[in-house]
């Protein structure tokens, strides 16, 4: 790629969303690029009360966390390396490269599901910022985008939601989407780092205990 480049933060910063928007493009999990602008917009909203002094790690590893994840690519590993050039080649720092990587290698879910990775304050601003899109509105939407794409059962009442899982139960169990509300969604409201996530957090909780009010009197005939 070249001598690294000299460029201000903002410069930098948009070379990054033009990086993230061209991996994940074409994303149809879920994990697309408008998910990492919303994500970066909750986190831009979160940092303005917990001032940790990091936008642009804060805002790098928003539009950055899924660019790597095996999720989205075929070959984590090789996207790392990438990422971490491209970041040394448009000038960000070694320092925020570590904080960058160090964010989005230990925010996940599944990641924290055996035991819990300790973040840095502006890691934690970016995984609740994640978290929060997964659950509201938005998360009951892509929760059933990601359940078609991969051709999860939708409900069944004699399948009960997982418990006790571990990243690997996780990732290669087939659950059930709805299911995917008590084993995931429903717990991150409890799980945020931040008073102001915990505060956004309630009305989207409400949204999705409401919607599966609905969904299960509907299932059974009874709305």
Same mark, same amino acid.
């Not at 090789?78 to 040394?88: E, G, K, R």
């Given at each position: ?7 201000? @933060? ?10 993230? =928007? ?13 998910? $990492? ?6 986190? @831009?909203?979160? @940092? ?7 936008? %642009?790690?804060?805002? *790098? #590893?928003?539009?950055? &966390? +899924?660019?790597?994840?095996?999720? $989205? $690519?075929? +070959? ?18 070694? *320092? ?14 599944? !990641?924290?599901?055996? &035991? ?17 899109? *997964?659950?509201? #509105? ?10 078609? =794409? ?16 571990? /990243? *690997? ?14 084993? /995931?969604?429903?717990?991150?409201? !409890?799980? %945020?780092?931040?008073?102001? #996530? /915990?505060? %956004?957090?309630? $009305? ?7 919607? %599966?009010?609905?969904? /299960?009197?509907?299932?059974?005939? @009874?709305?």
């Amino acid at each position: 790629m070249g001598e690294p480049q000299v460029a201000s @933060e903002q410069q930098q910063l948009v070379q990054i969303i033009n990086y993230s =928007r061209h991996i994940l493009g074409t994303d149809r999990s879920g994990h697309d690029f408008f998910h $990492v602008q919303r994500v970066a917009k909750l986190a @831009e909203r979160i @940092e303005a009360s917990e001032q940790t002094g990091q936008r %642009l790690v804060i805002l *790098a #590893a928003a539009y950055l &966390h +899924d660019v790597v994840d095996d999720k $989205v $690519v075929t +070959d984590s590993m090789a996207a790392h390396q990438q990422l971490s050039d491209y970041l040394n080649h448009i000038g960000v720092n070694a *320092a925020q490269i570590t904080a960058i990587f160090e964010i989005i290698d230990h925010m996940s879910f599944s !990641d924290n599901l055996e &035991h819990s990775q300790a973040l840095s304050q502006a890691g934690q601003v970016v995984q609740d910022a994640d978290r929060m899109d *997964a659950i509201g #509105a938005i998360g009951i939407a892509r929760v059933f985008t990601y359940g078609g =794409r991969h051709q999860r059962v939708l409900y069944d009442p004699d399948i009960a939601p997982r418990t006790q899982l571990t /990243k *690997a139960t996780y990732r290669n169990e087939q659950g059930t989407t709805i299911n995917h509300f008590y084993e /995931k969604l429903l717990l991150i409201k !409890d799980q %945020l780092n931040t008073e102001t #996530a /915990k505060q %956004l957090a309630t $009305v989207r909780q409400q949204v999705m205990l409401d919607f %599966l009010a609905e969904f /299960k009197q509907e299932w059974s005939g @009874e709305a």
